[in-house]
């Protein structure tokens, strides 16, 4: 266990729709990445959080957002949602903002149907 | 396009055996190296990370080491057990805060 949990485990919604992900950082952990894994396009970066504040973007499409929160947790909306959408979402967290070993959490499974 | 891969897609390995699982970079901006386990159905799960001023780390049972001078990477697994079946990522950081991760390495273990 990493310490990084998130939440729902599973989501299935409808093209067009918005749903939310969230995620609780590791205690005394900063900073929060969000990360999307398809089988075609592997693990890939979307966004970070360090403090309450945006430090670093990724693949992030448009229609997807996120923001952490004053007690640290995060949220990813995504929004309009297509089928290719489909996917493993994962939070991780470090200590810090900088080069840092990066927790996983368990992972939200998305299905667009 | 992305500068970290691993060489092999899949690597079956008999039991109490040693594993090497290699990945390959390009960045040589790179200066941190990550090894994550990923389980089926689990999120990646820390191995063991290595820095560029180094060329060796140790943890147990895995062992990590760090060729700069042909950016390559591999991870050793001594004494490969069942529970060591899974998708091995190795991921840098430029200094720009992200990982980047290559395609992974799914790592079967034979009875």
């Known amino acids: 266990d990493s310490g990084v949990t998130q939440t729902p485990k599973h989501l299935i919604t409808a093209t067009g729709q918005r749903v939310t992900l969230r995620c609780s950082p590791r205690?005394?952990?900063?900073?929060v990445y969000w990360y999307q894994q398809s089988l075609d396009q592997g693990l890939q970066f979307l966004i970070q959080?360090?403090?309450?504040?945006?430090?670093a973007k990724g693949n992030i499409l448009e229609r997807f957002s996120a923001q952490q929160f004053p007690d640290l947790h995060s949220e990813l909306n995504l929004s309009s949602l297509e089928l290719g959408d489909s996917a493993l979402y994962f939070c991780?967290?470090?200590?810090?903002?900088?080069?840092?070993?990066?927790?996983f959490g368990p992972g939200t499974r998305l299905l667009v149907l | 396009g992305e500068s970290v891969g691993l060489h092999l897609p899949t690597l079956s390995v008999q039991e109490g055996d040693n594993s090497i699982i290699n990945c390959a970079y390009s960045?040589?901006?790179?200066?941190?190296f990550i090894w994550y386990k990923q389980e089926s159905g689990k999120g990646p799960q820390f191995i063991i990370d290595?820095?560029?001023?180094?060329d060796k780390r140790q943890g147990q049972r895995v062992t990590v080491l760090l060729n700069k001078t042909v950016k390559h990477l591999s991870l050793q697994i001594a004494a490969t057990q069942p529970g060591d079946s899974a998708v091995y990522f190795c991921?840098?950081?430029?200094?720009?805060?992200?990982?980047?991760f290559g395609a992974g390495t799914t790592v079967t273990v034979r009875a």
């Open positions: 960045n040589s901006a790179s200066d941190y």
């Open positions: 205690s005394g952990d900063l900073s």
């Open positions: 290595i820095r560029s001023n180094m």
């Open positions: 959080y360090y403090n309450g504040e945006e430090r």
């Open positions: 991780a967290s470090s200590s810090g903002q900088g080069v840092q070993t990066q927790y």
């Open positions: 991921a840098e950081n430029r200094g720009d805060y992200k990982l980047s």
